[in-house]
């Protein structure tokens, strides 16, 4: 997540019913420090008077911290903070986790590993040196997860990071590299790194989300791994771009936006993502894009429109 709510604004949310299996993540990153930051962790959820209600895990946002509230035109961006990181600071930076995070009571395993997703596996394979440096840097840390008697390390990919690794990397199969780096799931972050919406400035959220439930199915095909699909509640970066700017098709944030992402059109992707895990013979496990990506449309707070409609709509579907 990336803002920081208070302790006792965590502790006035609602929070989602148990037998729904919700499980917040996250967002953590790296800056000029090698500490992980998520303030909204440390400094709202984990010091909530609720913060045993709910189960928890983390996904490593370690991508570019790019010059983009509000981006420019010109193209590239300008880059803040690099996401890629060296065996030093990623050893840094996941022992914080480890001692931080991982021991927490209420962290979330998956098939009683640890479960911690990477976002960026093209950056994290170039920070440390290849195929071979990233799988020792992995192995590494599972050891040092056991060492400290938590057991065993669920490591989850997001995928859309696979397609664009560097060439010196030289693995054109999404699979081979997942195997050899060890991962033990794969998931999508939201619909559009698979899909662009088929129309500008506007396209339909209900025709869209067909269309990605569709790709849903073929990831899942398509990977030797479990994969976890996507759900994503709604699409629209503009808020990004200089608003006395004409908005033009020129890339991330001037994309296509969805619109009528009704709390009803939800609703009826979630049914749509839930047949899907029905199907699946593992961990029935559904990401949600996003608690709280304000300034990209995508948002499951409660809202002066729609009032707590997207909260509502999870409990509806998952909840019987």
Same mark, same amino acid.
């Given at each position: 997540?990336?803002?920081?709510?208070?302790?006792?604004?965590?502790?006035?949310?609602?929070?989602?019913? @148990?037998?729904?299996?919700?499980?917040?993540?996250?967002?953590?990153?790296?800056?000029?420090?090698?500490?992980?930051?998520?303030?909204?962790?440390?400094?709202?959820?984990?010091?909530?008077?609720?913060?045993?209600?709910?189960?928890?895990?983390?996904?490593?946002?370690?991508?570019?911290?790019?010059?983009?509230?509000?981006?420019? $035109?010109?193209?590239?961006? =300008?880059?803040?903070?690099?996401?890629?990181?060296?065996?030093?600071?990623?050893?840094?930076?996941?022992?914080?986790?480890?001692?931080?995070?991982?021991?927490? @009571?209420?962290?979330?395993?998956?098939?009683?590993?640890?479960?911690?997703?990477?976002?960026?596996?093209?950056?994290?394979?170039?920070?440390?040196?290849?195929?071979?440096?990233?799988?020792?840097?992995?192995?590494?840390?599972?050891?040092?997860? $056991?060492?400290?008697?938590?057991?065993?390390?669920?490591?989850?990919?997001?995928?859309?990071?696979?397609?664009?690794?560097?060439?010196?990397?030289?693995?054109? =199969?999404? =699979?081979?590299?997942?195997?050899?780096?060890?991962?033990?799931?794969?998931?999508?972050?939201?619909?559009?790194?698979?899909?662009?919406?088929?129309?500008? @400035?506007?396209?339909?959220?209900?025709?869209?989300?067909?269309?990605?439930?569709?790709?849903?199915?073929?990831?899942?095909?398509?990977? $030797?791994? @479990?994969?976890?699909?996507?759900?994503?509640?709604?699409?629209?970066?503009?808020?990004?771009?200089?608003?006395?700017?004409?908005?033009?098709?020129?890339?991330?944030?001037?994309?296509?936006?969805?619109?009528? =992402?009704?709390?009803?059109?939800?609703?009826?992707?979630?049914?749509?993502? $839930?047949?899907?895990?029905?199907?699946?013979?593992?961990?029935?496990?559904?990401?949600?894009?996003?608690?709280?990506?304000?300034?990209?449309?995508?948002?499951?707070?409660?809202?002066?429109?729609?009032?707590?409609?997207?909260?509502?709509?999870?409990?509806?579907?998952?909840?019987?």
């Amino acid at each position: 997540m990336r803002t920081s709510p208070t302790r006792r604004s965590w502790s006035k949310r609602s929070t989602p019913r @148990p037998e729904a299996g919700s499980v917040p993540f996250f967002s953590i990153g790296t800056g000029t420090t090698t500490a992980p930051i998520c303030s909204a962790l440390e400094e709202g959820f984990l010091k909530a008077e609720t913060r045993g209600d709910l189960k928890f895990a983390l996904m490593w946002a370690n991508h570019d911290w790019l010059d983009i509230h509000p981006a420019q $035109r010109s193209r590239p961006c =300008n880059v803040l903070a690099t996401g890629k990181v060296s065996v030093r600071q990623f050893e840094e930076a996941t022992d914080y986790i480890l001692e931080h995070y991982f021991t927490q @009571p209420n962290y979330w395993r998956v098939d009683g590993g640890l479960y911690f997703s990477i976002y960026e596996l093209a950056g994290l394979v170039q920070g440390l040196g290849g195929v071979a440096g990233t799988r020792a840097a992995l192995d590494g840390l599972r050891d040092r997860v $056991r060492k400290r008697g938590l057991g065993e390390l669920h490591l989850n990919a997001v995928i859309w990071g696979v397609q664009i690794l560097p060439a010196e990397i030289r693995i054109e =199969n999404p =699979n081979a590299l997942l195997e050899a780096l060890g991962f033990d799931s794969v998931t999508s972050y939201v619909w559009i790194h698979h899909r662009t919406p088929p129309a500008f @400035p506007a396209a339909d959220y209900s025709a869209y989300a067909r269309d990605c439930l569709e790709e849903s199915r073929r990831l899942a095909g398509s990977y $030797r791994l @479990p994969y976890y699909p996507n759900v994503t509640m709604g699409w629209d970066p503009s808020p990004r771009t200089i608003q006395s700017d004409a908005y033009e098709n020129t890339g991330y944030p001037a994309t296509p936006i969805l619109s009528a =992402n009704t709390p009803a059109a939800f609703r009826k992707a979630l049914e749509g993502a $839930r047949s899907l895990l029905d199907e699946t013979a593992g961990p029935r496990i559904l990401t949600i894009n996003a608690w709280n990506e304000w300034t990209e449309g995508s948002y499951l707070e409660p809202d002066t429109v729609n009032g707590w409609g997207y909260l509502d709509a999870i409990r509806e579907v998952f909840s019987r």
